[in-house]
């Protein structure tokens, strides 16, 4: 079993920052990209931005140079650095990692999400 946990989420003034976590656990081999989400009201999910296992990023236009994505391979653990938040960042934030099983295999697994709302 495989789970991944989001923290760092809440409720902030537009113009702050909030720094998410996911961290990933159990039966891991390794992980591939790992990523973050986003699903505001009545909006499809996106995609806000993602690492790869060696580091190279890639970001959704409305978050670069505010946003930054990083990873400990160490822990298992993908951050979201959040700056200069705006009320339309408001959305449930999720994270997403392919994970590869100690035992042959690999999947994609999704956390349980975590709210993230900008006041203006």
């Known amino acids: 079993q495989v789970q991944l946990v989001e923290s760092g989420g809440g409720l902030v003034q537009a113009g702050g920052s909030l720094r998410l976590s996911c961290a990933a656990s159990?039966?891991?081999?390794?992980?591939?990209?790992m990523g973050w989400y986003r699903q505001a009201p009545g909006k499809q999910r996106e995609l806000v931005a993602f690492?790869?296992?060696?580091?190279?990023?890639n970001y959704a236009d409305s978050v670069k140079a505010r946003f930054t994505i990083s990873r400990d391979n160490a822990k298992n653990t993908v951050y979201l650095q959040m700056n200069s938040l705006k009320p339309e960042d408001t959305a449930v934030y999720y994270c997403?990692?392919?994970?590869?099983?100690?035992?042959?295999?690999?999947?994609?697994?999704w956390g349980q999400g975590t709210q993230v709302t900008v006041s203006s």
């Open positions: 997403n990692a392919d994970i590869v099983f100690i035992v042959p295999g690999s999947r994609r697994y």
């Open positions: 159990g039966s891991i081999f390794s992980i591939n990209d």
């Open positions: 690492i790869t296992s060696g580091g190279s990023t």
